[in-house]
């Protein structure tokens, strides 16, 4: 894996710097393909995903509604996730993709995803939107206001030759304002809450959350913690910052390469005991990695996609 330079902190651990999984963002040609290529991305980053609506919003709107009898008709629930939001892996791992969530979902609505990261894919959902609805609700692309989710319901109107026509209308169900959540957050509960979310996050997703500040809070009270895909960055900077005993997990897919410098590295975290080896297909990365973290007790080899 390529180094990366040092820089100074706050540059690093306040954006400037990816310290998160594999990126869903990509520039899709068309919906379909979208859609596919971001739950693949799920899978590898929460390890599970919605039912997924797999083609266009309009072809998930009428298969919502198509049903003559009534109580077999579900609502379709637009899901709208931004990259660059410091919420988004936080809801997608600890709401969206849980157990239940999923559950839930499949059984009552149809859910249509999008993905906003790249402006190119903002223009398409703006597109699909102005078509469909002829609303400018989507204009504004705010990264700190995802996720978002919107709820689509069919409109009767009745025509003058006594017959029925529809439309479709959207309607905001959710949208997080990142900053100030988490404000009121640390304001009417103190760090204390923070600590217990921290608990159900990897440290790249908590570092995106709060910046640098965890830091010291998580070293002060040696928080054990996990990490995902570490860049040289990231790994300096845990060195620096905590005690290299608080790393007890690791979460690796195979866009991490394994030379060995880099795992010598790793190595310096000495009380890793569960590693997490998503897509890799070289069955001695076992003996690799028992050899580097001898306190292995849980090693889970994950596949996604392979044909």
């Given at each position: ?11 690093a651990?306040?954006g400037?710097?990816d ?20 739950s ?5 980053r ?9 083609g ?48 839930y ?15 190119a894919?903002?223009n ?46 959207p309607?905001?169900?959710l ?47 040696e ?9 040289s ?7 620096r ?8 997990s ?8 394994r ?11 000495t ?25 292995l ?9 392979l044909?």
């Open positions: 894996m390529a180094s990366n330079p040092i820089t100074d902190d706050n540059d651990l306040n400037n710097h310290m998160t999984p594999s990126s869903p963002g990509e520039e899709y040609q068309n919906e379909a393909a979208a859609i596919e290529t971001m693949k991305r799920f899978y590898e929460y390890y599970d995903c919605p039912g997924f609506y797999v266009s919003l309009i072809n998930a709107c009428e298969e919502a509604f198509s049903p003559t009898v009534i109580e077999e008709r579900r609502p379709v629930l637009v899901y709208i996730h931004h990259d660059g939001s410091m919420f988004s892996n936080i809801f997608c791992k600890l709401t969206l993709c849980s157990a239940t969530i999923i559950d979902l499949l059984e009552n609505y149809i859910v249509w995803p999008c993905d906003v990261t790249l402006e894919n903002r398409m959902l703006a597109n699909i939107w102005q078509e469909m609805f002829h609303d400018q609700l989507l204009n504004v692309f705010d990264e700190k206001k995802y996720p978002k989710l919107i709820g689509i319901k069919r409109n009767f109107q009745e025509q003058q030759n006594d017959s029925l026509a529809f439309d479709y209308q309607v905001l169900l949208e997080y304002d990142v900053l100030a959540f988490y404000h009121n957050i640390e304001t009417r509960f103190g760090k204390k809450i923070i600590l217990e979310l921290v608990k159900n996050l990897t440290l790249n997703d908590a570092i995106n959350a709060f910046s640098n500040n965890i830091l010291p809070l998580l070293s002060q009270q928080t054990k913690v996990e990490i995902c895909d570490p860049s960055l990231l790994i300096n900077t845990i060195l910052k905590l005690k290299p005993q608080q790393v007890v690791l979460r690796l897919t195979a866009s991490w390469y030379k060995q410098e880099e795992l010598s590295r790793l190595a310096r975290f009380n890793v005991i569960s590693l997490s080896l998503l897509n890799f297909q070289d069955i001695r990365a076992i003996e690799i990695y028992r050899t580097n973290f001898p306190r007790t849980r090693l889970c080899f994950c596949t996604y996609g044909q």
